[in-house]
């Protein structure tokens, strides 16, 4: 099984950038849907982009424009790229995995996005953005 470790977060200003990076090991990301999540206080875990096995993209509307997901195989690390971040983009950010043979992950596009798709996940990395 896959295990997932994410680095990268920290505090910026309004329209600065970050890059998280999710590091896997034990399997490869290549063989599952990956995902990046985040979590504010007090509010409900929710999807902002996904990636998957193939490599296709997808982004939640409140990112669109301003985060890339990536992957390299040859790194076996999934990516996130923040750009223009702003105040409230701050959360705790998580990666995860979706296993490929998870029906509502292959055939729903828009469930990519859903956090109870995802089976295994990272600890967590903190991003701050202040005005």
């Known amino acids: 099984q896959v295990q997932l470790v994410e680095s990268g977060g920290g505090s910026v200003q309004a329209g600065g950038s970050l890059r998280l990076s999710c590091a896997a090991s034990?399997?490869?990301?290549?063989?599952?849907?990956g995902g990046w999540f985040r979590q504010a206080p007090g509010k409900e875990r929710e999807g902002v982009a996904a990636?998957?096995?193939?490599?296709?993209?997808g982004y939640a509307d409140s990112v669109k424009d301003r985060f890339t997901i990536s992957r390299d195989n040859a790194k076996n690390t999934l990516y996130l790229e923040m750009n223009n971040l702003k105040p409230e983009d701050t959360a705790m950010y998580y990666c995860?995995?979706?296993?490929?043979?998870?029906?509502?992950?292959?055939?729903?596009?828009?469930?990519?996005?859903?956090?109870?798709?995802?089976?295994?996940w990272g600890q967590g990395a903190q991003v701050s953005v202040s005005s």
């Open positions: 995860a995995t979706g296993l490929v043979g998870n029906w509502v992950l292959r055939s729903q596009p828009e469930a990519r996005l859903n956090p109870s798709e995802y089976n295994t």
């Open positions: 034990g399997d490869a990301l290549s063989e599952y849907f």
């Open positions: 990636m998957t096995p193939f490599g296709t993209p």
